[in-house]
Structure formats: C-alpha cells, structure tokens
C-alpha cells in the first residue's frame, strides 16, 4: 500500500489549471470549417421545404446543407443527423449551415427559412398514453445510449397491449403485493415528481470531424466512450469499424450526457465536404439538442407492521422520455428492491415518448429518482410510527450475505454505513428551533465487464499504462496509482494513454461507476506482466533467480545484494539483446459489487417566506477498496452537490414542448452560496469482485433530493414530493 | 451589422436607430438567444460623460456606472439601492452591469427599479435636441416599455438624499444570480415626512403601493418622524396586506401569483421593522 496511501491528485490537473490542457475547441485544423445548425421550432412537425437562397450568398459561408444532401441513414427520426422530412423536438438540427468562420455560418444560420407544416404534438406523458394522442415514434426507436453502459439488467418487458406511446413496460416482483399490502397495519402512499434535468457541464458538445487517407473519417471528441461513437459512426456511415478512428480529448464534464450525439454528423459532413469540419453548440443550443435526464413520476405504496417490518412495496412509475424510447425503467426497479428486504415486490414503469428533446443518462440514471420516493416514503413511515429514521432503515436493510436482487451473495455494507451515519455529529448533534435533520440512502449497482490493458517500459525507466476507457472523474489518476504500486515505481513515472481507437485496447465506455472496477484489474494484471518480464530480463543480466530481484529506486536489485542493480530505463533499452517489455491484462468482472451510502442534511425554513438555508451536510460512503482518497473525496462533493441541485433548482421547465429554462438564469443551477461544507466519510468494506473497489461516482449523486425533502419535512411538517422544493410549498 | 466604439456623447448620439451597448449583460443575452439582431450597435461604455457620481443633497448616479461602482460611490448614502446593486448577479455581472442599462431594459423585475421608484427619482435623458427630465412615476410604461425615445441616452439618474430609513428585499429561487420573483423597496423620508413603497416583479410595471404607504405615514406621524418605529402586529399586518393588495402578479415557474403576494405582504413586514428602526 505504500504507493496508493495518501493517493494522488490528479496528474492531469496542473495542465489544467494553467490553460494548458487543449479542448476539443482548441483544435484547429488547417482548413478547418465551421458548422451552425439550424434547429426546428416545433415540437411536431413535417418539413416541407428548407429555403436556403438567403444563407448561401452570405460571404463565408460554404455550403448550407440538409439530409436529402446527405447519404441516407439508418437511424431513428428523432436521432437522425438531419431531420429527413419530419422533426419529433424543438431542437432537432434540420440543416447545417457551413462557414469558414463561426460568425459566418451564424448568419447563414439565421436566414435559413424552413417551410413546417405543424403536426399534432403531445408533451405531457399522462396525456401520450390516452387513445387519442398522436403517436411520438413511428417505432420503437433504438437511442444511441443503451441501459448496458450503466450495469442495468434488462426490463423484463411484456410484450402485450400497451398504452399510447409507450415503448415498453417494466415487470418485476416477488411474493403477493396485495397481501403484503393487507397485512400492512401502517401505510405511506403518495406520487413523487422529478422533472427532467440537464447534466449542466461546462464544455459544451462539441466535435471536429476530418477526412484522412484511405476513406478513414477522423473524429476528435470529449465522447466518455470513444470506441462507442467509433461503433456508432461506422453504423451511421454503414462502413467498417476500421474507417472511422475516433480520438479521445479531455472531457469538460460528462456525467453520462456526452456519449455520441454530433459524431455522425460531424462524419457525414466532413466526408461529404472533404475537409475537417467543427459543430459546437451554444449554451442555449445545447439545452436543446443535449440529451437530458428523464422526467419521472412514481406511484408508491410501502406497508408495515407496527414494529417496522415493511410488508409490501409497489411501484407505478411514468418515464417521459421525449422523443426517446428510454431504458431507465428496467434499472430503477432492480434499485427499488436492492437496499431493503421487502417480501411482496411490485414494480410496473412505463416508457413513455413524448414531443420534446430526447432524453439519454445523467449520472446514477434512475438511482436518483428511485431513491427520492423510496427515501421519502420511509422518512414518512419514521415519522407515523415514531421510530428514528435510521433504526428503522437498519432494521429492513439488507445484511451482508443476504441475496442481492441479481442472485448473488457480494458483499455489500448498507448496514455499516447506516450504523457510522448514526454516530455522525451532524445527525447526533442537537436540533435546533425551525432546523431541520433528514436522512437518506442511496444505492448504486457497480461494476461489471470487460477490459484489456497494455504496460510499456520506456527508456527512461518510466511505463505508459495504455487503456480503451476514458477517464471522466480522475480515473486515470487511480489507474496509475493501481499500476505504480503493482510495479514498484512512483506514481509520477506513470501515463496514463486513452489511446484512439485504432490502437486502444477494449474498455468500457466510462459511465455508472465501472471504469476503475474494470479496468483497474486488467491495469494491474498488465503492470504485474510487465514486472514479469523485465525480472526475466534481470534475472539474465543480473544472474541471480527472478524470485530474488526487488525494483526500488527506479532501478531492479538483487535482495540483499544493494550493489548488484539496472536501472529499469536501461533494462528496457536493452534493444536487441532481448524481447521488449510489453506487459497485457485481460480481465472481466462478472457481478456487480453494490454500494452505498447515506446522506444527512441539515436546514434552516424560514416559514414566513419559504426560503431554505443548507446549514450542514454530510456524506457516508462504503467505497470498497479506496484507491484514491482525494479523488474520491472529490467524486463525493460532486455528486452531492448535483443532488442538491436537483433537490433545491434545477428543472426543465417546457411549456408547449418549448423548453422555458434554456440557460443558466433560468436553470438554477446551485450556486456556491447554497452549498455548505461537505463533511465525507469513506467506509472501506472491500468487495467480493476485481481488486474490491465499488463504484464511487454515482453513489453520492443520489439520495440528495430525499435527504433535503426530509429534513424539510423535519423543520416544517410539510412533506414535499415534488422537485425542485419551491418556497412556496412550505410557506406556515 | 455595425459597430461604433463613441468617443463623445455627439458620436454616441449620431445615429437614432442604433441600439446602445454597455455592459451587455442584457442586450448580448437577448442577441445570442436570437431575439435581438440589431444593425447598429454604439458601445457607450467608454464615454465619461456617463460615469458621474456624487452625493450631497441631491444624488446623481451617470447611466454609465455599473453595480460594484455603485457599491463604492453611494457607501452609506441610499442604502437602498446599495442593498438593490449587492443582489445583482454575480460579481461579473455587477461588473458589467450598469444602471443605465437596467433603466434601457426596464424589466419588471430590474432590481434597481423599485429603489428608484421608491426614491422618486428623476431619470435623465439626452438627446441631440438636449436634455430631458422624466421622473421614474412617468419614466416606465410596461414591461420593457419606458417613455425612453429611440436614439435617447439615460445620462444619469437623480433624486434628493432621502436619509439612511431605506430598505430593499427580494424574494428568489436562490440567493445569487437570480431573478427576482418578487422585490420590493421602501424609503421613509424623515426630514421631508415621506414614505414610499415599490414593489417590482409583481406587474407589468413597477407599483407603487399608495395604501401602504398612507398607513405607514399615519404611524410615523404617530410615534414621531424623528424617532424608530415600532408598530404593532396588526399595523404592521396591515401595512403588509396593503403592500401585497397593491401587487397584480402571475404565475410562472418561478413562483405562482398566491406566492408573490404572500412574500410581498412579509418583505413590506420586515421592510418597516427595518426602517423603523433607523432613525
Ligand atoms: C447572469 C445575469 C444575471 C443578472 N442578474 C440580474 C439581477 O439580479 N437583477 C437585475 O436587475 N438584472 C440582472 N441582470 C440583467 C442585467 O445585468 C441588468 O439589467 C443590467 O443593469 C443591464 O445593464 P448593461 O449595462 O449590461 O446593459 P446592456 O445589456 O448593455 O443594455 C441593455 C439595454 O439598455 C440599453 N442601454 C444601455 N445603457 C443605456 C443608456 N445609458 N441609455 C440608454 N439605453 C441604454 C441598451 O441599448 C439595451 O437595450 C442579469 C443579467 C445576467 C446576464
């Protein structure tokens, strides 16, 4: 542990700090074109013309082009690079505009008139599933995300009658709900609102795309899963994987909203034009054509004896997806029914498609939702059966050992999170006059997959750690912490390499907590190889058995014998004499290591005007194996902060499929003045998988919205289900 | 589209149609979202003409001075403007941001323009055929509607010392950089027996709250001008009924017309508790 105790911050961050780091935005090919697209105004409507007389004679601008200019795609309406004849959103890009400069292709923009014809459009999901609501999607449309990127399990879907726009429903259970139901002598009933969220990071979309030798379209992209938008390219463009290479630049925030959106089209105009072309949206553009979080709506019922004991748990749930067929439904009910046991289970969602932007992930996708009701509906039964929160949590919580929703038995440590929240001075401390205490769990599943990775010796004794994974939270950061310590070298002798695809190994897409769950084994497997051979090199020069050499000081030793050393640069430089250093690690991580973690947070309501003060916050979090503690401590702050804006601002406020909080004045954001210390405290219960660390990422993001509604309800006695919590709901 | 960087009031004055550019915080909001495409923009920002301020017993702001000056120039003089120019934005904002420009927009919720109602200002407008004198009662028309002509500069902006019984509050989703659901601005003139009361964000314009502010005169002229005000619940119920009686709001996401009215009454409570106590 001596390398890894203490961590690292992260190697990347000093580039950073000083401006030196270059965004997709900073590149500038020669030649290089600039693309405005011309987004539709209507949430439903056909095209039926795109005049573009007016854009093509403004100077600079080189081409103004719409699908039927492009070769035609395989790709759901709502998806299409241009819309082909109808558009599904206000937002969808309908034509693109291409100049020599930004400024250029912006006029040309703003003079392109398009000739709609205004179709029936529905926006409110309650309504699409009435008989007589137009019909969203022609099919069931595949988005470019899917539900494996964040370790869900498949919803077990029912094929039978379904009701208007729904693409699918969601079916899980155990035991007899009714029963469960009748047996309850307490119950906690309500419907809990989460409107749809944007991810809100700081770089916008944005992609250059380039024509190179050999018909290989190039793409720069700050994608979380390069080798994704690769699949996805060659699926659009309909070539082989190989004549698209897509090259991972620094990512200005993800939170699993910047997967693929603008690559193909980027692609197909690059291809088309025959120069490197650069699409990057606006703010206000990218509040229309970025893929949000679902809006969420959940029926809940929880029954329970007087003693506590829960007996039953049903759920109705209504995802609205925009012009999306959604997958978060089947994951939400898996997390539902993980962190308590609950004998009679009913889960049913809907997938919902409704006239607005499509909606994709946003870090811990249906935990955050899941967890609002659920954590809310259990503070409530605390509250009528006068018990403490966390007593009565810690007595329906799952215990290690106990079968977890996927069958398995991993080790999990819901319990020992709840217990240390309990001997938390914020929960023990006093509650003051017109203060608040709430409490919530949230829970995520974890890592599972597959990853190679690669380990290089370079003459100057330092190794590359080459992967397929993008690093998005300071990953990489972990992965050389994980490959020093396995190969006995600082962590500064480390890089990290997210090679482009053409030369990447295979790693998951970074997204729901998995990366260092599943590339840090294969990196550390592969740091192991690469010490292997360099001993078997040593062990030759050195003439002494490979199980008798030790690395320390950058150089390999015979134990015992401090004289007789190589410096690994120069073993490696060996050139011909032997075979180079070349260390692989192939691994693949089978089942989910589940984690937890519980928030407390206290507030302040004044009950004259509503307003709300978060006085104090902490988080608990069961990590695993900790790689990297100042990492981690910053995955924690983040996360809950993002919880708290859910809970306290932000919301995607449409009025007639418009969207009315289009920029930062009207997203709200939580600004500094909101957000109090965040007091972390990380449990390291190891888990069963890998190298026992649990996913870290998207824990943390999820049980703010419960944990602020109940200490509001603790401060007022109003109960509120409905994000984000307005002044005006608890007014005295 | 044109733009003109003015060196003197007579080049920012030149041409009538083009649309003035100071601190931007509005107009390049409205240009980037596409609402605004103007052919000729004149940057003011430059001119000293417009960056005036002195205190005394009249108090004179130049159109040109942004928020932090604001901060630096009025100190403890009108303190409840300070208190309005301190809820403005971000510190980039306030930086940017300027009085003129408020006045230029003149949106219901502009947070400087219950104050300068509330301080009876006059708003002064420059023109090549020279200078006029609107006061702030006849200055807004509507929602981003003044008496303002096409082409005419707000110079500056005036009004008597009115003493330190002032207070601006606001209601909003968050503390920063947000827009007010509801604000409102309440100055007791001692010296000269006057109270008035401006309520923003709950209207087309800004409303004065002539009710309350009847009331509130009665209960000075009781306890005294020259002395702190400490009124009764119920008078000072009142006076937040009145106050909120005035206010003609609507629903919108940030709040519903029922919550503008209620945190209107509470803002007028905690206004006079405040200023009644100042003496
Ligand atoms: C992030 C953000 C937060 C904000 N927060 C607040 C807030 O809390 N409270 C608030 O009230 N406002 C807020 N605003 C709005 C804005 O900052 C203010 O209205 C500010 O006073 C505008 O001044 P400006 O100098 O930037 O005006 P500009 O944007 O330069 O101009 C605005 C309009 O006024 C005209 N104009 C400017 N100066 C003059 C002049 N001297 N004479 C005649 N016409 C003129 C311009 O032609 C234009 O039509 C915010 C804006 C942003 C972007």
């Not at chain 1, 400024?103 to 009435?130: F, H, R, S």
């Not at chain 1, 291809?271 to 969420?296: D, M, N, Y």
């Not at chain 1, 929160?389 to 398995?408: F, M, Y």
């Not at chain 1, 590359?464 to 939270?473: L, M, P, R």
Request: net charge negative.
């Amino acid at each position: 542990m001596a390398v890894m105790a203490g961590g690292a911050r992260r190697l990347e961050g000093p580039a950073k700090l000083r401006g030196e780091t270059r965004y997709t935005q900073d590149l500038k090919p020669f030649g290089l074109l600039h693309v405005k697209l011309v987004l539709s105004s209507y949430p439903s409507a056909r095209i039926a013309g795109v005049d573009r007389q007016a854009a093509q004679a403004v100077p600079g601008v080189v081409a103004v082009l719409t699908a039927a200019d492009l070769p035609a795609v395989e790709v759901a309406g709502p998806d299409q690079p241009l819309a082909s004849d109808k558009v599904y959103y206000v937002g969808q890009p309908i034509a693109a505009v291409v100049g020599q400069s930004e400024g250029a292709a912006a006029d040309g923009a703003a003079l392109v008139a398009v000739d709609y014809e205004e179709l029936p459009a529905v926006t409110d999901p309650y309504e699409a599933m009435q008989e007589a609501a137009p019909k969203v999607l022609e099919e069931r449309a595949e988005g470019f995300d899917d539900v494996s990127i964040h370790g869900g399990g498949d919803a077990e879907t029912e094929p039978q009658a379904r009701p208007n726009n729904v693409s699918s429903v969601a079916n899980q259970g155990r035991g007899d709900v009714a029963a469960g139901l009748a047996e309850a002598e307490v119950l906690v009933e309500g419907r809990y609102l989460m409107p749809g969220v944007h991810q809100g990071f700081i770089e916008t979309h944005v992609t250059v795309a380039a024509p190179e030798p050999g018909g290989v379209i190039a793409i720069w992209s700050p994608t979380q899963g390069h080798r994704f938008v690769r699949d996805e390219v060659a699926k659009v463009l309909q070539v082989p994987t190989g004549k698209v290479r897509v090259i991972s630049m620094p990512v200005g925030g993800g939170f699993g909203g910047k997967v693929v959106l603008l690559e193909p089209l980027a692609a197909l105009l690059a291809k088309r034009l025959g120069s490197p072309v650069q699409i990057a949206l606006t703010r206000s553009e990218e509040f229309q054509v970025g893929r949000p979080a679902p809006a969420s709506y959940t029926d809940l019922k929880l029954g329970a004896k007087r003693d506590g004991t829960l007996t039953a748990l049903e759920i109705g749930m209504v995802w609205d997806n925009g012009a999306a067929s959604g997958w978060h439904a089947g994951l939400a009910g898996v997390l539902f029914s993980s962190p308590y046991l609950v004998p009679n289970y009913s889960y049913t969602a809907y997938e919902v498609s409704t006239n607005k932007t499509p909606v994709d992930a946003y870090r811990a996708p249906a935990g955050t939702q899941a967890f609002f009701a659920l954590e809310s509906a259990l503070d409530e039964l605390a509250l009528k059966l006068k018990v403490d929160p966390l007593e009565l949590r810690l007595k329906n919580a799952r215990r290690e050992g106990e079968k977890l929703p996927d069958g398995s038995r991993a080790r999990i440590g819901l319990v020992d999170v709840l217990e240390a929240a309990g001997r938390h001075p914020l929960y023990t401390a006093p509650v003051a006059d017109g203060e608040g205490l709430g409490v919530a769990v949230g829970g995520w599943g974890g890592a599972f997959g597959a990853a190679a990775a690669g380990c290089r010796v370079e003459p100057d004794g330092s190794l590359t750690v080459q992967v397929g994974t993008v690093d998005i939270s300071g990953s990489s950061t972990g992965l050389a912490l994980i490959a020093a310590e396995t190969f006995g070298v600082p962590v500064e002798r480390i890089q990290v390499e997210v090679a482009d695809t053409a030369s990447a190994p295979q790693g998951p897409v970074a997204g729901g907590s998995i990366t260092t769950g599943t590339v840090g084994p294969a990196v550390a497997a592969a740091a192991a190889d690469a010490r292997r051979q360099l001993f078997e090199i040593a062990a030759e020069k050195l003439e002494a058995a490979a199980e008798d050499l030790e690395i320390s000081d950058g150089s390999v030793r015979v134990k015992g014998v401090p004289d007789r050393k190589l410096e690994i640069g120069e073993l490696a430089m060996g050139g011909e004499a032997h075979p180079p250093v070349l260390g692989q690690g192939r691994t693949r991580i089978e089942r989910q290591s589940p984690a937890f973690t519980v928030h407390l947070c206290r507030v302040k309501v004044d009950r004259e005007t509503g307003s709300y003060r978060v006085t104090g916050y902490a988080a608990i979090q069961d990590v695993g194996r900790s790689i990297n503690p100042p990492e981690i401590e910053g995955q924690i702050h983040g996360g809950a902060v993002q919880g708290l804006g859910r809970a306290m601002g932000e919301q995607l406020h449409y009025e007639a499929g418009q969207l009315r909080t289009g920029s930062f004045l009207d997203y709200e954001l939580p600004t500094a003045d909101q957000i109090p210390e965040i007091d972390v405290q990380v449990l390291e219960i190891p888990a069963s998988t890998g190298i026992g660390t649990r996913g870290v990422g998207e824990p943390p993001a999820v049980p703010g919205p419960a944990a602020l509604a109940n200490a509001i309800a603790s401060a007022t006695g109003v109960r509120v289900r409905e994000l984000p919590i307005a002044a005006q709901l608890l007014i005295g | 589209m044109k733009v003109t960087v003015a060196r003197s009031l007579e080049e920012a004055l030149a041409d009538p149609e083009a649309i003035f550019l100071a601190g931007g915080t509005d107009l390049m909001v409205g240009v980037n979202f596409g609402r605004e495409r103007p052919e000729h923009v004149v940057s003011i920002r430059g001119l000293s003409e417009l960056g005036d301020t002195s205190v005394g017993e009249r108090v004179r702001i130049g159109g040109g001075v942004d928020y932090t000056r604001v901060l630096d120039a009025l100190g403890e003089h009108s303190p409840a403007l300070v208190q309005a120019a301190r809820t403005i934005g971000s510190p980039q904002i306030r930086n940017a941001g300027t009085i003129g420009g408020n006045l230029g927009t003149c949106s219901p919720a502009g947070d400087t323009l219950p104050v300068l109602a509330a301080l009876d200002a006059e708003v002064i407008l420059r023109s090549p055929a020279g200078e006029r004198r609107v006061p702030f009662s006849e200055f807004m028309l509507g929602p981003r509607k003044s008496a303002r002509r096409p082409g005419e500069l707000v110079e500056a902006v005036e009004w008597l010392d009115a003493g330190p019984s002032q207070a601006f509050l606001k209601a909003g989703t968050r503390n920063a950089m947000v827009i007010a659901v509801a604000n409102l601005a309440l100055v007791v003139d001692r010296a000269r027996k006057a109270v008035r009361v401006a309520l923003g964000s709950v209207g087309p314009t800004i409303i004065r709250a002539l009710e309350a502010e009847d009331l509130a005169r009665g209960l000075f002229e009781e306890s005294g001008w020259e002395r702190p005000l400490r009124p009764s619940q119920a008078a000072a119920a009142r006076f937040g009924e009145l106050a909120a009686g005035a206010a003609r709001p609507i629903d919108d996401q940030r709040g519903s017309a029922i919550y503008r009215r209620h945190v209107v009454a509470v803002m007028a409570r905690r206004a006079l508790a405040r200023t009644g106590e100042v003496a």
